[in-house]
């Protein structure tokens, strides 16, 4: 089985900064992909920023310049700095992989969210 833990979370004022951490533990061939997503409540789940296996990284829009997403492959790892925060940015931050886990067989795994609020 496939685990994936965040950690880093907590309640930060408007322009403050947190690390997201999120480590991926049990037995797989390789992670793929790496993403965070956020869900504030009432809102629907949201992609914030993802990276590849390579080390491209795509972001939303509305956290473009500010979050910045990196993975240390060694240490199976993603890690989501975020910068410049805003009220909006309050969400439960998802940790998600695309985990190979043996040949073909990919699995998408979700770990079971941080909070991050971040106060005017």
């Known amino acids: 089985q496939v685990q994936l833990v965040e950690s880093g979370g907590g309640l930060v004022q408007a322009g403050g900064s947190l690390r997201l951490s999120c480590a991926a533990s049990g037995r797989f061939f390789s992670i793929n992909a790496m993403a965070w997503y956020r869900q504030a409540p009432e809102k629907p789940r949201e992609l914030v920023a993802a990276?590849?296996?390579?080390?491209?990284?795509n972001y939303a829009d509305s956290v473009k310049g500010r979050f910045t997403v990196s993975r240390d492959n060694a240490k199976n790892r993603v890690y989501l700095q975020m910068n410049s925060l805003k009220p909006e940015d309050t969400a439960v931050y998802y940790c998600n992989a695309r985990i190979n886990l043996s040949g073909p067989v990919s699995a998408d795994c979700w770990g079971q969210g941080t909070q991050v609020t971040v106060s005017s």
């Open positions: 990276i590849t296996s390579g080390g491209s990284t």
